[in-house]
């Protein structure tokens, strides 16, 4: 503490020139251990005293040009500063504030007869000092007494700034204080009321209270915070600014009577609270989802559930759950089930999004999978279920390798087919060589006497196990057709697309309009056998139409492909020994050919150009053999009755009928030419080259083979399509021609056509 000298006798002043001697020079100290009565001098340029109280005679002290008189000088220290400022209550306008108090030396020493000044503002920038104060009271304490005093008459919600200061009997006050920046209590929000009750939240408005306020809080409890009951759960909910007029409290229980308690916030969080207001919470109605239905896609293995929402209170989304088994527990309410919660049955949460539909992928096939969708609120409390199951199946892979034989009497046909062991995809059953009903459950076998358009009869069943079936003939020398249906245990209808065989033995793949059909020979049928194709399993022949390829110029496009089985995988073959009888089926529609089914959208979709009337077709339509970007023209017989073009061709994969004017005689160009290059080693693989062209009027038709010399080499022999194609097998006299270029030329109706093949080796 700074020392302060009383009871000074004269302030300093200039020493007189009779002055008796004294005590003078750089500085002066006064101990405690001077005695009083002391004379003598000393030299000093300051003067400092001690903290405890000394008194000493002095005659003189000289000190610079000042000087001290003779007489009693008292020595002490000023009390100590206050350290801390806290407010034990307060009001809107009121501040009750309380200090610990210091000693009269600092922190020692009891203050008998002192004096507090207290001095508070709501100003930021006020200046405090202890000779500015706002009150004044006489005091007596002890070092470390609490004190308190009220400051009354302040605003509310307004921040006050305090000092206090500590003066002892002679009035010297402490220099400093520690500060205080306590806020009155904001108002109570004015009007307040439910404005809305539901199942689990309330929501609660009011009027801005005078001087406002930095936020406002609401407390519930369903005990009327204990005073009913012991214990219960006090929610609570707070605004982010003063402005606001609602609040709402969520988490709540149906049903149940709450009490509320609103209050208004200062800038430190504390709150003024109002009246208690009580409510009951709605009885909760969550209602279950309407209308579910199902859409499979079996071959993508998934599915699409769609469904309304009905409307209720504080609606929140569906949670939905799906097994293998059927759905016992469920959620339970009050809990939240992110998607991949497994429940105690081993149900499955897929997901809890508030929509109206939902995709399900990766599904296994012939597996029952159970779906139940709840409605759920934000409290999560769920409605009755709504389930449903289904089962994704894809049929049985129709018969491969099928083959027929007549008895000698003509009376019955042995069918003949090999095991089927995988789905219409490919995909193979669980166990190929025991398949489960739901995979494959039996074979059925149906008779026809046509095949345009056959009306197929119902003949009689085989077991799953089976291959060989025996049918009866009606009329003996007759031709009938039999086909071999895979059939799984599922009463859908949905069966993969068989072929058929005839009583000579023929072979017949399909298409799905029952018109468009691929005849095979029965002397080259033995390609469907294992032992007669490179692949070395059973095959059967699909018939898939391309709607891609339609428009412009293509009617109609189709492709034959053969699959092995099991697995549906592609079969590459050699060009067979005889050639494929292949019915292409083409639409009309107003007088029109069209370019796929005659519907309006498809015409829309892929007009034709040039336009053909159905009279002119057998003047305009030609079929294309097409591999990759070329394609060869095969020409064929136009049927307008039958609305068919009927090729012969060697060859399977995609046919076409294209709109093409077609020449009235014999025709002939570079794309009737079916490969540049041949390689004749005799592997079945492009031994030979056929040459098709348009012969409508059956006219003589030549063709010879010559080298790049012009020497003769060959002459073509007849080709697989009867009087409108040539081959050449890379031979000459039996030998294979050496490796090189030759020139083709064809003769017919005077006219002659040339170009060049390649052999290699």
Known sequence: ?????????????????????????????????????????????????????????????????????????????????????????????????????????????????????????????????????????????????????????????????????????????AETSAPSDESTWSRLPASPLFSGVFGTSVTISWVLPADGAEGYLVKGSSTNFGLLTPGGVVVTSQTPSGLAVTLTVTGLAPDTTYYFSLGSLNWQSQGNFNTVMSTVTRRLVVLPIEGLAVATDDLGRRLTLTWSNPDFPERAGVTILLSTNPITSGPADGTAYPPGTVL????????????????????????????????????????????????????????AGLAGALNAEGSSITLSWSQVGSNLDGSGFQVPAAPIPFELNRFEIYRATGIFRPNWEYVGSAPASAAVYVASVPTPGAVSYYKVVSRDGFPSGWTDSAMAVDTLGDIYALGADQVTRLRIPAAAAGFLQPSGNPSGKPLLVRVDERPEDLGG??????????????????????????????????????????????????????????????????DW?????????????????????????????????????????????????????????????????????????????????????????????????????????????????????????????????????????????
């Open 553 to 618: 110029r293509v009617v109609q496009s189709v492709s034959f492909d053969p699959v092995s089985s099991p697995g549906n995988e592609a079969a590459p073959l050699p060009a067979a020994s005889s050639p494929f009888d292949i019915a292409l089926h083409y639409d009309t529609a107003g007088g029109q050919v069209v370019a796929g089914a005659p519907r309006p959208r498809s015409q829309a979709a892929n007009p034709l150009a040039p336009a053909v009337s159905a009279d002119e077709a057998s």
């Open 621 to 761: 339509l030609t079929a294309y053999y097409v591999e990759g970007k070329s394609a060869a023209k095969v020409f064929g017989r136009v049927d307008p009755l039958a609305q068919t073009v009927q090729v012969q061709a060697p060859y399977l994969g995609n046919y076409q009928i294209r709109a093409t004017a077609r020449a009235q005689g014999f025709s002939f160009d570079a794309s009737g030419v079916s490969n540049r290059a041949i390689t004749p080693d005799g592997n079945g693989l492009n031994d030979t080259v056929v040459f098709t062209f348009s012969n409508p009027q059956d006219s003589a038709v030549s063709g010879r083979i010559y080298d790049v010399r012009g020497r003769f080499v060959a002459d073509l022999a007849p080709g697989p399509v009867a009087g409108a194609s040539l081959v050449w097998d890379g031979k000459a006299n039996g030998a294979v021609v050496p490796r090189g270029v030759y020139i083709y030329q064809i003769r017919a109706e005077g006219r002659t056509y040339n170009g060049t093949v390649v052999v290699i080796r």
């Open 344 to 399: 105690a049955d081993g149900a499955v949460v897929r997901s809890s999004a508030s929509a109206a539909s939902y995709l399900e992928t990766g599904l296994t096939l012939d597996v029952t999978g159970y779906f139940s969708l709840y409605s759920r609120n934000v409290a999560n409390v769920f409605s009755v279920a709504v389930s449903t199951f289904v089962v994704l199946d894809l049929p049985p892979m129709a018969p």
């Open 1 to 173: 503490m700074i020392p302060v000298l009383l009871g000074l006798l004269a302030l300093w002043a200039p020493a007189p020139a009779s002055a008796e001697p004294g005590l003078s020079g750089a500085g002066v100290a006064i101990r405690r251990n001077l005695i009083a009565g002391g004379g003598g001098s000393a030299a000093g340029a300051g003067l400092a005293l001690d903290s405890a109280v000394a008194e000493a005679g002095i005659s003189t002290l000289t000190c610079a040009s000042a000087q001290v008189f003779p007489g009693l000088m008292h020595e002490i220290s000023q009390p100590g500063s206050i350290t801390s400022i806290t407010a034990v209550s307060k009001d809107t306008g009121s501040l009750e504030l309380s200090w610990p108090s210091p000693g009269r030396d600092g922190f020692q020493g009891d203050v008998l007869a002192g004096h507090w000044r207290i001095d508070a503002s709501s100003d930021p920038a006020h200046v405090f000092a202890p000779t500015t104060y706002q009150t004044e009271f006489a005091t007596t304490t002890a070092p470390g007494a609490t004190q308190y005093y009220t400051l009354t008459g302040l605003l509310a919600n307004t921040t006050y700034y305090t000092r206090i200061y500590l003066a002892d009997a002679r009035k010297f006050f």
